[in-house]
């Protein structure tokens, strides 16, 4: 059986917990071969581990903050030698994602996207997801009484979980998306409707 994302390779940063982890976890199970970035090399390894139990040498760990160009430049280095191209990359990675041609796809988590427009003649696609109050160790430290306001106030009564934000993002990396760009998906359960 085909899955979505069969000889697909991803580079997801911020893959080592919460939203991050689970687009890795969701991508490694429709077939990509993911490299899992983190600013924390613990938890980027730790994600990694849990992908490999299925296919050991398809995903790789790296270390990165993509916030300092230099580091980036390695990212880019990288997976360029483990796998030669990366198509589904986040914003970080715009000019790796620039540098080939073959039909790829951004997708931001909870940002403006201004280059849709431009990379969509580069058979770049890139969209935005604008997830709303999720379960992840951000929420977790909340107090109960906070907590419960939050989901008091979303319309279906609780927060997202982090597999449910990856599944919108799996969306955009998929070929069901292929003639989607510009597009911002809010998974909020109704919040701010």
């Known amino acids: 059986m085909t899955k979505l994302l069969d000889s697909k390779f991803a580079v997801v940063t911020g893959g080592g917990s919460g939203i991050g982890r689970a687009v890795c976890q969701r991508f ?4 990509a071969r993911v490299i899992v ?3 924390d090399g613990r938890k980027a390894k730790e994600t990694c581990a849990t992908l490999q139990k299925e296919r ?7 270390t990165c903050d993509v916030s300092k160009r230099a580091q980036v430049e390695k990212l880019k280095e990288y997976s360029r ?6 198509p589904n990359v986040t914003k970080a990675l715009t000019e790796l994602a620039l540098a080939d041609e073959v039909s790829q796809s951004i997708i931001n988590i909870s940002s403006i996207v201004g280059k849709s427009a431009e990379l969509a003649r580069k058979r770049i696609r890139v969209n935005t997801v604008l997830p709303g ?5 951000l929420t977790a430290d909340l107090p109960r009484e906070e907590r ?3 989901c008091d106030a979303i319309p279906m009564g609780r ?3 982090p597999a449910e934000i990856a599944d919108a993002v799996l969306f955009f990396a998929s070929d069901m998306s292929q003639y989607v760009t ?3 998906l809010e998974v909020t359960g109704g919040f701010d409707m």
């Open 28 to 31: 490694a199970q429709n077939g």
């Open 37 to 39: 970035v983190d600013i």
């Open 56 to 62: 050991p040498d398809a995903h790789a760990a790296f």
């Open 81 to 86: 030698e483990r796998w030669i191209r990366a």
């Open 133 to 137: 109050f999720v379960n992840t160790p």
């Open 148 to 150: 419960q306001k939050l």
């Open 159 to 161: 927060l997202a979980t």
């Open 182 to 184: 510009g597009a911002t």
